[in-house]
């Protein structure tokens, strides 16, 4: 029984380390189409798709669906990841677990810091192959928006999947995470503020930095350590 154990862990962490290195190396190939001078046909045949044929300052969709995007994409946005990372650390301490929570803001603060960084080093313009229905002031490149909804919604999602009763429970909690992460980044092409290498750049460094983070707390929230004891 304990042998089975040990090989459920292993096994996790060996995806876990496939996860990260594959996010790392895609990371790395979308910053090369990145630099080149002209826009890929990848990122031009997308980005078109989402606006009607032969007229690229209008979005398919009716006029609902588009502020339905502005709304989705406000889910990434730094205020509301601030917000939902506030509150979650806010309930982690009622509940006494006070290295979850320094856990979160760690991990939260560390992305939105590597965000800003990566963002420095690669200068690509937004998009001008159609309208923007957002307005933006940063570089293109990766998408803050797709990496810090991965880096913020699956670190808060590994947290309270050690917290929250119940395999059921930490299923939801995850695939909320996913799909919220998900369509964060198609909002952002859909609205022409980013290219779809862009959004799958961040996708890459997003689930990258928040797999490492579950790697991390791994071996400091197992029960029994210090920083998994309930302080009450």
Not at 141 to 163: C, D, K, N, Q
Not at 209 to 227: D, E, F, K, N
């Given at each position: 029984?304990?042998?089975t ?8 962490l060996?995806?876990a380390?496939?996860?990260i290195a594959?996010g790392?190396?895609?990371?790395v ?9 002209a ?7 997308i ?17 609902w ?13 730094a ?7 506030a509150?979650a650390i806010l ?10 929570a320094?856990?979160?803001f ?12 990566l ?19 940063t ?7 797709a990496?810090?909804?991965a880096?913020?919604y ?5 947290v ?20 919220t ?10 609205l ?27 071996y ?13």
């Amino acid at each position: 029984m304990h042998q089975t154990l040990w090989n459920k862990i292993e096994l996790s962490l060996l995806a876990a380390g496939v996860i990260i290195a594959g996010g790392l190396w895609a990371f790395v190939e979308l910053a090369e189409v990145a630099r080149d001078a002209a826009p890929h046909a990848f990122d031009t045949d997308i980005l078109l798709a989402f606006r009607v044929a032969g007229e690229p300052n209008n979005p398919i969709g009716p006029g609902w669906f588009e502020e339905a995007m502005r709304d989705i994409t406000a889910l990434g946005s730094a205020a509301v990841l601030i917000y939902i990372t506030a509150i979650a650390i806010l309930y982690l301490c009622l509940i006494r677990r006070w290295g979850s929570a320094l856990f979160v803001f760690l991990s939260v603060a560390g992305g939105q810091v590597l965000s800003s960084l990566l963002k420095l080093g690669i200068d690509r313009p937004r998009p001008d192959l159609v309208s923007h229905l957002a307005q933006v002031q940063t570089m293109s490149f990766p998408s803050g928006h797709a990496m810090l909804s991965a880096v913020t919604y699956l670190t808060i999602g590994v947290v309270l999947s050690r917290v929250l009763p119940g395999r059921a429970t930490t299923i939801f909690v995850f695939s909320v995470a996913i799909l919220t992460t998900l369509l964060v980044g198609i909002s952002r092409v859909y609205l022409g503020v980013h290219w779809p290498s862009d959004v799958l750049a961040g996708w890459s460094a997003g689930f990258a930095w928040a797999t490492q983070c579950w790697v991390i707390s791994h071996y400091l929230m197992r029960p029994g350590t210090a920083s998994d004891v309930d302080m009450r």
